[in-house]
């Protein structure tokens, strides 16, 4: 069993709808989370750092994560076309080690 | 510069070949990390360095991969011998060293022939 559970999708919205992208993951251990954005054949841009329980806003981005359940969450309002990409979720922390365990990434396709 | 760059972009290379890769981090982290992504694999950990600590290399999957950092700046990643399979695009990212944000550079495609 991968420590990160993600489903690859293809996942597709029409343009406005709310999109919701999901983990799972194993190591109780973990104490960050992070949801990067890829657009194809680029590196993994940033998008949300978490490291509790809860929820984080950042515009039409929202992350959740619940510990207890070891599941984490992001949903985008209204999508946009430009939104199309590949999600990866990435905990990291309390391992020993510095490096961070990656999903194997959702495609998400938004249409206009 | 503003971001991690990373060269060359693309490399194609004949089995057996050593290849090395580059990265330069964001000016002023002190962490840099090497990220291999493969199709059907997603993105695994290879190597870590943090300013003079020993590198945590438990993600090297095997002794043809090495990797230094000169200065605490920029990485070089070899690969000898390269095998079909070491085919995948190789990423690096950098953080502070106080945050665990890491950002990423765009990558070098390696295809091995």
């Known amino acids: 069993q991968k420590e990160v559970e993600q489903d690859p999708g293809p996942l597709s919205v029409p343009e406005g709808a709310i999109v919701s992208l999901n983990c799972t993951y194993s190591?109780?251990?973990?104490?960050?989370f992070m949801w990067y954005r890829q657009y194809s054949r680029k590196g993994p841009e940033l998008l949300m750092y978490?490291?509790?329980?809860g929820n984080k806003e950042d515009g039409r981005f929202t992350a959740q994560v619940d510990k207890s359940s070891k599941y984490i969450s992001l949903f985008i309002r209204d999508s946009q076309p430009s939104d199309s990409a590949t999600y990866l979720c990435?905990?990291?922390?309390?391992?020993?080690?510095?490096?961070?365990?990656f999903g194997s990434g959702t495609r998400l396709q938004v249409q206009p | 510069g503003a971001g991690v760059s990373q060269s060359p972009s693309n490399k194609v290379t004949e089995k057996g070949k050593d290849v090395e890769l580059r990265c330069d981090p964001i000016?002023?982290?002190?962490?840099l990390y090497w990220y291999r992504q493969s199709l059907g694999q997603g993105l695994e950990f290879l190597i870590y360095?943090?300013?003079?600590?020993?590198?945590?290399k438990s993600g090297l999957p095997s002794d043809r991969f090495s990797a230094e950092r000169t200065g605490g700046s920029v990485s070089t990643l070899t690969i000898q011998r390269t095998q079909q399979e070491d085919s995948a695009v190789y990423l690096c990212?950098?953080?502070?060293?106080?945050?665990?944000?890491?950002?990423f550079g765009p990558g070098t495609r390696l295809t091995v022939l």
């Open positions: 990212a950098s953080s502070s060293g106080q945050g665990n944000e890491q950002f």
């Open positions: 190591n109780s251990a973990f104490q960050y």
């Open positions: 978490t490291y509790s329980s």
């Open positions: 990435a905990p990291g922390g309390g391992t020993g080690r510095r490096a961070l365990t």
């Open positions: 000016s002023g982290h002190t962490a």
């Open positions: 360095f943090q300013g003079n600590s020993a590198p945590d």
